[in-house]
T-cell receptor, first 112, second 117 residues
Framework: GEDVEQSLFLSVREGDSSVINCTYT??????LYWYKQEPGAGLQLLTY?????DMKQDQRLTVLLNKKDKHLSLRIADTQTGDSAIYFC????????????FGQGTELSVKP | EAGVTQFPSHSVIEKGQTVTLRCDPI?????LYWYRRVMGKEIKFLLH????????ESGMPNNRFLAERTGGTYSTLKVQPAELEDSGVYFC???????????????FGPGTRLTVL
């Protein structure tokens, strides 16, 4: 079945880069998403990548996809305290109504 | 434009009681999804409506959970009777009509935190 794995915690200093990693199992053509959850709020879509792409850059965010290894990463450049949140990796399964398979979430803590 | 709203934001009930969660999707969104996150674990898919029809309910834990979507607008998720393991955060999301394999951005509500004592 489908499975998405993430490390649970990451701590960085303000101004450093953060790299959050994710692995997935489904080999069908999918979209892969990164969502951000701030305390008390819902999930906010940060960025996404289609599975036939290797990289996508959007301002401070860079998504890298290694399709062979089914490994996805999110890099946040110049991390700020406002980036502290839980980051979820999610896989959209081809031809299953668009349901998302999420990882456990990585809690990013940014220290001043 | 209003986002996805959920009510209540928190609910604390005793084991054996009934609770009904409500979700109002973004107006015009055909797709409505329910997800649940239990205590620091992954967010798990529960079910998917297209308009008023259940498209996929493969994630529903058992028959104590009943979801409805009246007239293809808002949706309710009823848990009866509630058990301790039902505690968690229940998220609702909606998205516009989409094809089988196309990009599908889901817009999430803030969630309902359910605590069963």
């Amino acid at each position: 079945g489908e499975d998405v794995e993430q490390s649970l915690f990451l701590s960085v200093r303000e101004g450093d880069s953060s790299v959050i990693n994710c692995t997935y199992t489904d080999s069908s053509s999918t979209y892969l998403y990164w969502y951000k959850q701030e305390p008390g709020a819902g999930l906010q879509l940060l960025t996404y990548i289609f599975s036939n792409m290797d990289m996508k850059q959007d301002q401070r965010l860079t998504v890298l996809l290694n399709k062979k290894d089914k490994h996805l990463s999110l890099r946040i450049a110049d991390t700020q305290t406002g980036d502290s949140a839980i980051y979820f990796c999610a896989e959209g399964i081809y031809n299953q109504g668009g349901k998302l398979i999420f990882g456990q979430g990585t809690e990013l803590s940014v220290k001043p | 434009e209003a986002g996805v709203t959920q009510f209540p934001s928190h609910s604390v009930i005793e084991k054996g009681q009934t609770v009904t969660l409500r979700c109002d999707p973004i107006s015009g969104h055909d797709n409505l999804y329910w997800y649940r996150r239990v205590m620091g674990k992954e967010i798990k898919f529960l079910l998917h409506f297209v308009k008023e029809s259940k498209q996929d309910e493969s994630g529903m834990p058992n028959n104590r959970f009943l979801a409805e979507r009246t007239g293809g607008t808002y949706s309710t998720l009823k848990v009866q009777p509630a058990e301790l393991e039902d505690s968690g955060v229940y998220f609702c999301a909606s998205s516009p009509k989409t094809g089988r394999s196309s990009y599908n951005e889901q817009f999430f509500g803030p969630g309902t935190r359910l605590t069963v004592l």
